[in-house]
Nanobody, 118 residues
């Protein structure tokens, strides 16, 4: 059973960088052919796929967020990390990490609320 757990600050000030870590247990983030994703849901809106890091270490980003997003990993800790720069209140959302076999999500983290406010 794969488990994912998000961690990071719940409050970030505007213009700062949001940083979240996803710790994975029950499976390796280097296992072929899984992708490890970040997905968010702003209040009252739908899910937004932000980006992913593949089993190979390759990264993929949503075009709308690419200029502000970076996803990296620490294979020794079986973790992957999201950094979103220059945040605004519009980045307030519940942030999820997830595992994606190609085209779908089969495991989700529980989600973590991040509020952008001064």
């Amino acid at each position: 059973q794969v488990q994912l757990q998000e961690s990071g600050p719940g409050l970030v000030k505007p213009s700062q960088t949001l940083s979240l870590t996803c710790t994975v247990s029950g499976g390796s983030i280097t296992t072929n052919y899984y992708y490890w994703s970040w997905i968010r849901q702003p209040p009252g809106k739908g899910l937004e796929w932000m980006g992913a890091i593949a089993y190979s270490g390759s990264t993929y980003y949503s075009p709308s967020l690419k200029s502000r997003t970076s996803i990296s990993r620490d294979t020794s800790k079986n973790q992957f990390t999201l950094q979103l720069s220059s945040v605004t209140p519009e980045d307030t959302a519940v942030y999820y990490c997830a595992r994606e076999p190609v085209g779908s999500v089969d495991y989700w983290g529980q989600g973590t609320q991040v509020t952008v406010s001064s």
